[in-house]
């Protein structure tokens, strides 16, 4: 569904009576585009340390516009706060101010991105206070930009450099198109795990990706990212879903799978299928969801069981055994869907907030499991996104959901696959246990 309120207030009669009267005036965000520039405008980069010097190499490696200190009236596509090396609050003033001046300057659909360590490991409080002092900077940051700028940070492991291959990735990502609707959120890189792409606008080449729920929706969309991307995909629907499944998997050119991922074989299933068709698996995606929304006063035990059934035993399951199957590649990704709804409850969803934040708990744990190896296992949360479901929501609950992010907007499922398919790359392998929020900075929706 089209959200009207934000094309009207874009033409301009209607943008300047909404702007008098105090209103939201949100814009068009800055989605990625094949050939379209990585950052629109010149690249400034703050700090005074090696790690500076490390961002500003890597960024003109990618052709990038670099500037140290601003230049008067001049557009700034992204602003990079390097902070690695800071060591007690005092140190933090100089760059969050000469950041702060250059908030004025910046372009539509620019971004902030800082860079710091974390907080865990570290023995002196100082330390640890400027280190979680950046978080409470940049989260506040991102809520005060407009113009459809993001503001992120990526949190480097004691001992991983800056220009470790997942730090690099995640820097690549949160200055594109990709993380439009990922805004406040941090990117912990905890291991020098990992490898860039051959050839950077097809960084899933060569990859087999199999994704639940695919048959509409977020999970036609991650499909569509992910072929886009260079993956061969397997699509996975109940039979049910049979005929639009096979829409999916003709506009993608995959292979469909007719399973309802709740019975016992299942995982043995997609093992053979793609065992069969494939010989390896390289990418599991998770989005197969249902809601069955009610207070749990009202709830019953079939509404309660069909969401946890679904949503999070299922994913269990199927990870049991793929985990241990061969057809799973070393190297292997496992994406999951969670929600901000497992993040923060949302009124009348105990079970599926439930299922979500089990999700959560999942991934945490099972990427203890899998510390020290190769594969990795994420997740993502999405906010408010612009799906048949939403739509469904009555009109007052569902305008007020969309403003009440940052971005004063829904997103749209696109998103939610952009920053699945990054996960996924090779380019994470140092990035694991970790929940991406793609809410627009707000802890409202499903």
């Known amino acids: 569904m089209s959200d009207s309120y934000l094309q009207l207030v874009n033409s301009v009669p209607a943008g300047r009576v909404a702007k008098a009267l105090g209103l939201p005036l949100p814009v068009p965000l800055r989605r990625y585009q094949s050939g379209a520039p990585l950052i629109p405008g010149p690249v400034l980069v703050l700090g005074n340390g090696a790690g500076a010097d490390t961002v500003a190499e890597v960024l003109l490696g990618w052709n990038q516009d670099v500037r140290r200190h601003a230049q008067p009236k001049e557009r700034i596509g992204a602003v ?17 101010l000469e950041l702060g001046q250059s908030i004025r300057q910046l372009a539509r659909g620019a971004r902030v991105v800082s860079v710091s360590r974390t907080v865990a490991g570290t023995v002196d409080p100082a330390e640890a206070a400027a280190r979680r002092a950046v978080d409470g900077a940049v989260r506040s940051i991102a809520r005060e930009l407009r113009g459809g700028a993001t503001a992120n940070g990526i949190v480097l492991g004691d001992g991983v450099g800056i220009d470790t291959t997942s730090a690099v990735g995640a820097l690549r990502f949160l200055l594109s198109g990709r993380s439009a609707f990922v805004n406040g959120q941090f990117i912990s890189v905890t291991s020098d795990r990992g490898e860039l792409p051959a050839v950077v606008a097809k960084p899933l080449a060569g990859k087999i990706a199999v994704v639940t729920g695919a048959a509409r929706g977020i999970g036609a969309e991650i499909a569509s990212v992910l072929r886009r991307d260079g993956a061969q995909i397997v699509v996975v629907d109940v039979p049910a879903a049979g005929e639009q499944l096979m829409k999916v998997a003709n506009q993608t050119g995959a292979t469909a799978l007719q399973l309802d991922i709740t019975r016992p074989e299942a995982a043995q299933r997609i093992i053979d299928h793609v065992r069969d068709r494939h010989g390896q698996l390289d990418i599991l995606v998770h989005n197969a969801g249902i809601t069955r929304d009610k207070l749990l006063a009202n709830m019953d035990e079939a509404k309660w069981n069909q969401v946890i059934a679904v949503n999070l035993a299922a994913q269990l399951a199927i990870n049991a055994e793929l985990l241990e199957s061969t057809v799973f590649s070393d190297i292997g990704k496992i994406v999951c869907l969670a929600s901000t709804s497992g993040i923060a409850g949302n009124r009348g969803q105990s079970n599926y907030a439930a299922s979500k934040a089990g999700v959560i708990g999942m991934v945490e744990c099972t990427a203890r499991v899998l510390d020290g190896g190769n594969r990795t296992i994420n997740a993502v949360a999405p906010g408010f996104i612009e ?6 929501i009555p009109f007052g609950t569902r305008e007020v959901a969309r403003r009440l992010s940052s971005l004063q907007q829904g997103g749209l499922p696109v998103d939610v696959a952009e920053t699945i398919a990054f996960l996924a790359t090779d380019a994470a392998g140092g990035i694991n246990g970790q929940v991406l929020r793609v809410c627009g900075q707000s802890l409202v929706g499903a």
């Open 80 to 96: 990079i706060a390097v902070l690695d090396s800071v060591t007690h609050p005092d140190a933090l003033s100089a760059v969050m």
């Open 387 to 392: 799906t048949e479901m939403t739509a469904r």
